[in-house]
């Protein structure tokens, strides 16, 4: 695993796509300390202050089938949850699709971004944040974040965890079991029986989470009593 440091970037995304353009391999890893402009899902901001959090990205070449690279995002958040839990001690819960919880703060957040280069081998970006030594404080107030520092007491050192979450992603995609990843994230999803508000490309659905199907679509029961299943889309 080869793991490139920066200082301030404008995205760790970005550094990963033009490297990916560039030739660089599966599984190499750009981290930074800060980061200018910093993206979230849906064109939001990702809030990246120096020093205190994981910006990483990763470039994927998976070898899998069209139909499960919508997987991956989900296998990233499971793979950050388990070391965060290994490492750190914190355990922490996943929103559908794939924001890292805990105390019900967001803790992380997942950004896979394609771009078409060969058509048989697509480039894939895979950028992750987590606030890992954070103090209140240090957030924008409209935020409802948390860090592993908030919820520990503790600091933690941002390159162990670096390290452990690239390789247990590359591991996982190694080994990808469509079915078996489902059922971890099942198990991960807490938000069963909620209320839950669903922002989709095309409208916003409310309803009472079920589950989740067999390609991982969100699985809701409307007003009406019928049964919808989402496959893209935010739980607000
Ligand atoms: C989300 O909105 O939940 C996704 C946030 C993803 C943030 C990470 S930080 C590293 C990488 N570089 C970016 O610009 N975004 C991702």
Redesign the pocket.
């Known amino acids: 695993m080869n793991i490139l440091f920066f200082g301030e970037v ?5 550094i ?1 796509l033009e490297l990916a353009r560039g030739g660089h391999p599966h599984g190499t890893v750009i981290a ?1 300390e800060s ?1 200018r ?6 064109g ?1 901001i ?1 809030h ?1 202050p120096h020093g205190n ?5 990763i470039i994927l070449r998976p070898k899998l089938p069209h139909a499960n690279i919508p997987l991956l995002t989900p296998l990233i958040a499971i793979a950050s949850a388990k070391k965060i839990k290994e490492i750190a001690g914190l355990e922490t819960s996943i929103k559908w699709p ?2 890292i919880m805990a105390s019900g703060k ?1 803790l ?4 896979v971004e394609m771009r078409q280069g060969d058509p048989e081998a697509p480039i894939i970006v895979a ?4 606030n890992v030594n954070m103090e209140q404080a240090d957030f924008p107030p409209e935020l409802n974040a948390t860090s592993i520092l908030m919820e520990t007491g503790r600091k933690h050192d941002k390159i162990p965890l670096i390290e452990a979450i690239s390789g247990e992603i590359l591991f996982r995609i190694d080994r990808f079991d469509k079915e078996s990843l489902i059922s971890e994230w099942r198990g991960m999803l807490n938000m069963f029986g909620k209320e839950v508000k669903v922002v989709t490309p095309k409208d916003t659905l409310a309803g009472i989470a079920l589950d989740i199907d067999e390609n991982g679509g969100l699985m809701i029961r409307l007003a009406d009593g019928a049964i919808k299943t989402i496959l893209a889309g935010d739980v607000e």
């Open positions: 404008d995205s760790t995304n970005d990963a930074a980061q402009k910093g993206r979230g899902r849906r939001r990702w990246s959090n994981i910006y990483m990205s794939n924001d967001k992380g957040g997942i950004l950028g992750i944040g987590i």
